[in-house]
């Protein structure tokens, strides 16, 4: 009876099997060739970088004469270093800053209870969808009617705020065991050293995660930086390698070279952090 | 309220020991302890995200000068907006974009999840590699795309060539330069929609694929009858974000901003470009603004959606 119930099946696998391995060729060739897609414009920034003036645009992508002179003209004719610190500084302090703040809230709005603590979720919820491009022009007013353009709180107070980080980290609590908490309030500990020397230790994981995905959304982000700042001091590598388009137009070996130096710190941390963003980001959606 | 909070902060075995006068006090620890935990973050959001909603909603009632000198002038902006056929250019602009790429970014993202589904080392490179783009700044992206499709020289010109389409100007021809900016835009936001369905199809149990298949179900079946119904949740998260992302994601600016500042003749001025132009270049504050309101209101009706869909809030991690 077994015999003859899986005999058929084992049929139809095998004949499966067989059909199946020119359509798993197809499959994976079309893997290799979507994912060359994805990354070769970034390689072909990369080689044109290297390139002297006239080779840019030979289509080889390995150059004859490899040189570095594009990024040492890069980092003489534009205070490069300056922009890279501030760029720097503006993602960390945000993401520092942001951590602190959502992790607090998140962690008050799981666990604590307090009356309007619903209603505050909400109207955090509200604003979820709200992306600074929509209120670019009322948060610019804002920021300058507090005295904040151009200056380093101007870059960095208005970007610590957003909702995502708190419901990604309130989701994180909900589903810490209370045990831990109970045996430190019994203790007599205090809820800022609950939070402190219990909480923020158990949400290394999650932390690390939204660390990463905060400081490259900063270090990407063009819009805020180019409309608050105008003096050169305070520009970030974006809002420097807009400009210097607009200035050298024409030159892209140089303006590939910078490019490259903006690209190559996101680019690294993402293959040194792939699994944790992956994963953080596959799992962000709802189910 | 009480005995409920005495309850769960697992103090009920103890309350009739010396435990009972402080859980009072307790109480209204944890009360302000909530306050003050959730005070920062709740009071920058009001100031930096939602005053400015407001602001976008009440600001279009102004003229406002490039020195911060406020008029009231009622529903003139609203009007002038209606009349304005530049604005008109940038909304059929902004259809055609948001029309275009969510169902685009829809199909790449499912398409490349069902590719690279199964956990393998070459499918974690595939993954990583399709998702790389998403961490190079959009500003990058621009300048990248735009020496590619530079007229005549550009390497994709070049290899355009090939089929006899040498002299298309990508970038430069009103006809096609809108098209080539969703290209690019679904280049860039792919690998995220993918990892996104990957999530979701990693959810859906394999025994559902291996009862189907020994009932004599085909790889098209299957997909038809088990992938897309129990991914719904996960398409239509993905179809709302798209849609915000289309209409109002830093691409629709950073790449307009590096490659075609909205030209060729307006081809590609997308609504948020356009109110960018009229605050920034023009000092129109309060036309942008008003503008700006329409998009404020629209994303609000999906916030509303995405709160019933996400049943109050709830994302998930790990």
């Known amino acids: ?287 | 309220m009480r005995p409920s909070a005495a309850k769960s902060i697992g103090l009920r075995d103890v309350e009739a020991s010396s435990y009972l006068r402080p859980r009072l006090s307790n109480l209204a620890r944890e009360r302000i302890a909530g306050y003050l935990f959730i005070a920062p973050d709740a009071i920058g959001l009001l100031i930096f995200v939602a005053g400015p909603m407001l602001l976008s909603l009440s600001l279009g009632f102004f003229s406002v000068s490039g020195f911060g000198e406020y008029s009231f002038v009622g529903l003139d902006n609203y009007r002038r907006m209606l009349a304005d056929p530049l604005f008109w250019r940038s909304l059929t602009v902004t259809i055609i974009y948001v029309v275009a790429l969510v169902p685009l970014l829809y199909a790449t993202g499912l398409g490349l999840a069902l590719l690279a589904k199964e956990n393998s080392r070459f499918n974690t490179v595939v993954r990583s590699l399709m998702f790389m783009p998403q961490t190079v700044s959009l500003v990058v992206v621009g300048l990248v795309w735009q020496v590619l499709l530079i007229d005549k020289i550009g390497l994709i010109t070049r290899f355009g060539g090939v089929f006899g389409l040498g002299s298309i100007s990508w970038l430069g021809d009103p006809r096609f330069a809108l098209a080539t900016v969703i290209a690019i835009s679904v280049w860039f936001l792919m690998g995220f929609y993918m990892l996104i369905f990957l999530g979701g199809l990693h959810d859906i149990p394999r025994e559902y694929y291996e009862a189907a298949r020994i009932d004599g179900a085909g790889p098209v079946q299957s997909f038809l009858k088990i992938t897309l119904p129990l991914l719904q949740p996960t398409s239509f998260f993905v179809l709302l974000v798209s849609t915000v992302a289309a209409v109002c994601g830093s691409q629709t600016f950073d790449l307009i901003y590096v490659m075609t500042k909205g030209g060729p003749a307006n081809s590609t001025s997308l609504a948020i470009y356009y109110i960018y132009q009229q605050a920034f270049l023009f000092n129109e504050y309060g036309y942008a603004a008003a503008m700006a309101s329409v998009l404020v209101v629209i994303l609000m009706a999906l916030t509303v959606l995405m709160f019933l869909l996400t049943k109050g809030g709830r994302f998930t991690y790990g």
């Not at chain 1, 610590?160 to 419901?167: K, T």
């Not at chain 1, 290394?204 to 930086?225: E, G, K, Q, T």
């Not at chain 1, 105008?230 to 809002?239: A, G, K």
């Open chain 1, 1 to 287: 009876m077994a015999n003859a119930a899986a005999n058929p099946l084992a049929e139809v696998d095998a004949t499966q099997r067989a059909m199946l391995r020119p359509v798993q060729l197809v499959l994976y060739l079309a893997s290799v060739m979507l994912s060359l897609i994805a990354v070769a414009p970034l390689f072909w920034m990369v080689s044109m970088s290297l390139k002297p003036t006239d080779e840019v645009f030979r289509t080889n992508l390995v150059p004859h004469h490899s040189t570095l002179d594009n990024f040492v003209y890069v980092f003489t004719k534009v205070d490069f270093l300056r922009d890279l610190w501030n760029t720097f500084f503006v993602s960390a302090s945000v993401t520092v800053i942001a951590l602190i703040f959502h992790s607090m809230a998140g962690y008050a709005l799981a666990r604590l209870r307090f009356p309007g603590r619903d209603a505050i979720f909400l109207a955090m919820f509200s604003t979820f969808l709200i992306s600074q491009p929509v209120i670019i022009v009322p948060l610019f007013v804002l920021t300058r009617a507090l005295g904040m353009l151009d200056s380093y709180a101007g870059l960095i107070i208005p970007s610590i705020f957003n909702a995502f980080g708190i419901f990604m980290l309130r989701q994180f609590y909900l589903a810490i065991p209370r045990e831990l908490e109970e045996a430190a309030l019994i203790d007599g500990a205090g809820y800022f050293r609950i939070w402190f020397s219990i909480i923020l230790p158990l949400s290394r994981p999650i932390l690390s995660a939204l660390a990463i995905l905060f400081f490259l959304a900063n270090w990407n982000n063009f819009l805020w930086p180019l409309t608050v700042t105008s003096s050169q001091d305070l520009w970030v590598v974006q809002v420097a390698i807009a400009s210097f388009h607009e200035q050298y137009n024409g030159s892209w070996n140089y303006i590939m070279a910078a490019s490259t130096v903006v690209a190559a710190p996101t680019i690294i941390m993402f293959v040194i952090f792939q699994k944790r963003i992956i994963e953080s980001i596959k799992t962000s959606g709802i189910k």
